[in-house]
């Protein structure tokens, strides 16, 4: 008989949500848990609610009316407070709770300084996490550490697990219901192909988690993939290995598997080195026909000294190469650049989004540098002084939370919503024929960028209405030239189409957009305060406050079901989006943004 035998198993939620349902969390590390103990408990179970913000109560009334002798919580950074939370409520109700992942293993004194925690299972927590359950806490457990005696007692490293085919495939189904879906048929799902990563770069913990990568074989991946597939519904995909393309004869045999068995109803993403797209050409028509839409490339930065200095071992050549053969594919590209190491500027940081232009890239994350407990750039951070908050919810890669020699915290976030405001895309507003259609586009974007700095607590609303307007400003400044050339068979505009931007002090900045001949351009320029404008006005202080007033569970909701209808558009996607429409908290939002849109047009000059 097991020691532990009733288990609710639960991964920790991020404080903040980014508002890229791509990074929506499926829950797959504590499905592992589950898999792993399946055979020898007498019950498991996560709570429901995970994916709003009333999981402590769906918890806390888990706790009340089932016998659970054993919680067990796995935490990222950004999720730690939450995961101190969740234990605090395991601990009220008599529950043994052990804490797991990246932040406990990176930092596991720390964590059993609380008194909410009986025990940390460092490292990878199949194997270690099978033993715990069936024996109890014992110094012959590897990969442990637990109080005893005023000390810590730890009992060593666990040897990682050779045979990556031997882990158990997630127990997808154990997950709670996810708009509408339940936990074996989320449309957004996960799969990891191998472990590890051959490389070490500075800022990744994943060094001090997996270690060396190992790679399942072609026809244990596939064996999993054949699980999530469905003929009916076309699902995102993430392959989420520290670096998928690390085995081109691997990424090859599971492509050739995944076709002859048609398993091909995906729209896939991954993560990989531009060098191994380079490497993995020959392969690439494989991967677009499996379903592989987007890849994401770890630039960080378009100087090679910062890329020394974080050991990438990365050439913007190498990503140049990539990126085109890449869209000669087919198959979108995503950079990822790093704002914030030590030894940069904020000129160095102005070159970010003209370096991703350049590179021919559509689409740009660009993150601050976070400096994750485990990690070297944590240290290198730390021995300077300038880690400037331990508040772990900030820990999201949006909200900055260090200085580097030459600029500030502050600085960080301002040049990051400088980069996000000159590498958009402005030919999605100079193809549009009217006023209300390019007003509504770039309404959209200002939207999008707001919402990011919504995971940042340390902002007002104020703060982030003043860091947009900057940042259009020091756009302004830098004497942009934004044209698009419309197809032949466009109507020409009879007339320039006239917006502005709003600070709330009131200091606005003008757009016009022009055509002459077969061009069109769009100008920018700030004018003073007072008197009535051109044009619609976005208000910037409506627009912050407009989005505020969206909970963010409600964007996610929204987000993820527009996912579904992207890739399914017929029957299905119809579906989702009477769902939609009949969700009275989705046309609550969809109505406040109606009204921030009609409000633009309040005081422009003639109407």
Known sequence: MAFFRNICLIEAPQAFVTPFPRFITDCIGVCYLASAVEDIAESLVIPDNYYNDRLPE?????????????????????????????????????????MGGFHPTALPEEVLRLDCVDLVAIGEGEATFRELVQRGPSRDVKGLAWREGGGIVQTGQRDLIDDVDAIRFPMRALRPERFGERGGDYTIDTIYTSRGCPWSCSFCANDKMHRNWRGRSPENVVAEIAALHSPDKKKLLKIWDANFLTNIKRAEAICDLMLERGLT???????????????????????????LNKVGLGIESPNPQTLELMNKKNSLDDVRSAIGLLGRHGIGAEGYFIIGHHSESEADTMAYPECARTLGLKQALFM????????KIFEEYRSEGDITSTDWDLYNNFSPVVRTTSMQTSDLVRMMAYCNVAFCDYRSVLKRQSEGAALLVLLRDILQLVFLFRVN???????????????????LGSRPRIEYSPKPSSRPLREPISFSLEHPSGRRVDCIIRQHDGLRSMSLNESGRGGASAGPVIRLSEVVDAAWSVPMDILMRILYRNELMRNNPGPLGRRQLFALIADRDVRRAAARMARLYRGCFRGAKGR
């Open 58 to 98: 769906s918890f806390e009334r888990l706790m009340q009316r089932r016998p659970i002798d054993l919680v067990a919580i796995s935490s990222m950074t950004g999720g730690f407070n939450n995961a101190v939370r969740l234990a605090e409520i395991a601990k009220r109700y008599g529950a043994f709770v052990v």
């Open 368 to 375: 601050s540098m976070t400096p994750y407990p485990g990690t």
């Open 265 to 291: 109803n995906f729209r896939i993403m991954t993560e990989t080195r531009a060098k191994d797209i380079v490497r993995a050409e020959r392969i690439l028509e494989k991967l677009r026909a499996v379903g």
């Open 457 to 475: 607590k340390t902002l007002s609303r104020d703060e982030v209405a003043t860091i947009v307007f900057e940042a259009f400003d020091r756009y």
